[in-house]
């Protein structure tokens, strides 16, 4: 409950936008857009992620999606966690990343396996600590 106070500022400045802009990775032909809620993501808060995924420009649909958050170089007790992206179709899929406890780089590296070949993308996010 402490973080509720400590994000209210920010909450009432960020209020009225959503999504942040995609970062976009691509890999074995595919590309992968992410996007975040909150953007840019906080301590302290879980995030929404939003992935499209395209095939040489066609959405890719029907992928299996996990992915998983961790600090580059550091041992943290999320590390382990595989999370489940939901298909929405026309390759999109959404998912729930856990609580981000520390400011700093994190990466979240998003598996994704289409037509039973499994591919890899992977975003860094540079989270500030709270003031
Ligand atoms: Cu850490």
Redesign the pocket.
């Known amino acids: 409950m402490k973080r509720v106070g400590i994000l209210a500022g920010m909450l009432a400045l960020s209020a009225c936008s959503g999504w942040g802009d995609a970062q976009t990775a691509t890999t074995d032909g595919y590309s992968a857009a992410l996007r975040t809620k909150p953007a840019p993501l906080k301590v302290g808060s879980e995030a929404d992620l939003k992935l499209a995924l395209t095939h040489e420009g066609v959405p890719a649909e029907g992928c299996a999606v996990t992915f998983q958050q961790h600090?580059p170089g550091?041992e943290?007790s999320t590390d382990t966690s595989v999370i489940s992206m939901s298909d929405k179709g026309a390759g999109l899929y959404t998912g729930t990343a856990l609580e981000f406890?520390?400011g700093?780089d994190w990466r979240i590296e998003i598996t994704f396996t289409c037509a039973g070949q499994q591919h890899i993308a992977a975003f860094t996010y540079a989270l500030e600590w709270p003031e």
């Open positions: 600090m550091m943290m406890a520390m700093g």
